[in-house]
């Protein structure tokens, strides 16, 4: 099968473009990294209608740790769950690759931009490809070492670097939590790798498996964005637009999704911490699209957005739904990834604005951005026939047969949803031009990946992601109930024609709302102070903690004090020593004799000279 | 000598020996702590040779010997110091030879 190929290919490209990348020319860079990508998705495509994929398809590499009993290798496989995610990470990798020749044509650090990517892209199939826990744990922190680099990609603002580092240390509080459940896994199961630990993991009391999910969830909530660690995705926007679209909207935000998902055995036995990931889910998912509702920075609606989305995944796997979770990931990836591309197009047609108060009207200037934005527009906001519309309906029905109120409140977050998609919608494309630049559509290289995003936006939902999967994960059985749908359509709808109504009917009541409810509007303007809360309760003291004690106390005081101690017990010595060294004959003589009486007395005392 | 006891010439010696070290520690003159150093030498000769007599054993004579050979020598040399730093300082008083203070 050479599965190592898939990963290889786009690390490959990362280091010709990366130790060469200075002095080759654009079109070379292009071919190296669209081709690594590109080459990487054949053999995916390749792979996956070739081989069997309910049989047991492990490739062992080479054996990473030999200790005791505990052996861990390089392992790859392929089975259903895999296939999926590997082709959504190939397909949508190498249409956003394409893209990013048009979008980064201006840009310093071109090659610089294209091997990052190409790093990810490795780091992400490792980690999808993995059969033990450790291998995916390194596609996971590569991944997130690849999110810091291309956060931080324009190093020389201080935004952007800050940004990295919130990501990379918000990240770590997650991987801390990944890296404990490793721990506890080996202590129980004595193994890391995925058939061992889920064969053996029936047999393992409920508390083990429930400590073991939640330490994963905690993992997950890191990575994948959700509450309390989300706050590092919005920030993340400060890197360029392809960036927010690959991995913090289509692939490496999804890690944690797909993770919770390989890990379903222990978590039908952990019902616990099911129902924990399930009330997390919704719970970041309405508390986000509050947020949402009220940004002025384009891509932080979608940011935001993301974080909410993502919390559905989590509630469908939380509720037993593995096969919807994965399904509504794949059609996130495309229209939230469309979304992206879109607004990167929309940013770059106006030389870099981002804050929609300058939009407006920009439809007819740029057709092909709007029809295809539109397309994912209305997919993210459960219009049927669409493919958000499938998958989010999937979760609905399986959260109703959960927890009813998870359903009610998932149907009114679908209505914020709706809401906030359209009003950045409108905002942007209809009324009158309210900016400065001379908006021109973009080149051919951007907007075909944008055409083809949103064929599949539209047309996603047929994809039959859940009977495919159903062979893999057990069947929750849900009878599919018809008044379900209806309402969480209606309130998708009722979102859509409540922004038209106040941004496109009446423009001006936005800010008559936002005036009467002052306070809410303040709230979540400022995304309910969450940042400034955590700063003032975590941050500073941990910070002020460590300079106080840790620094001051303990290196400068403790151990810098001690070797100093040392020196200067030293130095006293020698200038009492010094003494002896008078350079007086009859000094020297009185120590003489003072020495050998000593001697004599300590001689006697012990024993004499027997 | 056999009504003598020994604690009498060890005593001599003793007080020799104390007497030797006072002037080495407290004589100025040079000369006069090398004749210092032969008293001390000298004292111990008695002491080494009472001792022989007591137990009527020869190695107390034997190492007296020693002693003198090595007393003769040094005296020879040490001489031979002084003569050197008194062409080159013209002083005989110890404490002014005191270059490698400090």
Redesign the interface.
Known sequence: MLLWLIPLLPFAGFLINGLFGRRLSKGVINAVAIGSVVLSFAWVVKTVFSINLDAANTEHYFTWIQSGSLNIGCDMSVDRLTAIMLLVVTGIGSLIHIYSIGYMAHEGGYYRFFSYLNLFMFFMLVLVLAANYLVLFVGWEGVGLCSYLLIGFYFDKKFATNAGNKAFIVNRIGDFGFSLAMFYIVRNFGSLDFGTVFRAAPGASEATLTTIGLLLMLGACGKSAQLPLYVWLPDAMAGPTPVSALIHAATMVTAGVYMTTRSWVIYTHAPAAMNVIAIIGIATAFFAATIGLAQNDIKKVFAYSTVSQLGYMFVGVGCGAFSAGIFHLMTHAFFKALLFLGSGSVIHALSGEQDMRNMGGLRKKIPWTFWTMMCAAVAIAGVPPFSGFFSKDAILVAANHHAPWIFWLGVFTAGLTAFYVFRAMFLTFFGEYRGHAHPHESSPVMTIPLAILALLSLGGGFIAVPAFLGRFFPTVEVPEDFTLVAISVAFGLGGIALAYWIYVAKPGMADSIAGSFKILYTAIYNKYFVDEIYDATVVKPVVNGSRAVLWRGFDVGLIDGTVNAVGALAKRTGSVLRLL??????SY??WV?FGSVIVIVVFELGGGMR | MSEIPISWFLTLSAVLFVLGVAGFLFRRNIITVFMSIELMLNAVNLTFITFSYHWKQVDGHLFAFFVMVVAAAEAAVGLAIILTIFKNRSTLNIDEVETMKN
Do not use: E, H
């Not at chain 1, 060294?581 to 009859?586: D, E, K, T």
């Open positions: 060294q008078s350079g007086n004959i009859r003589a009185t004799l």
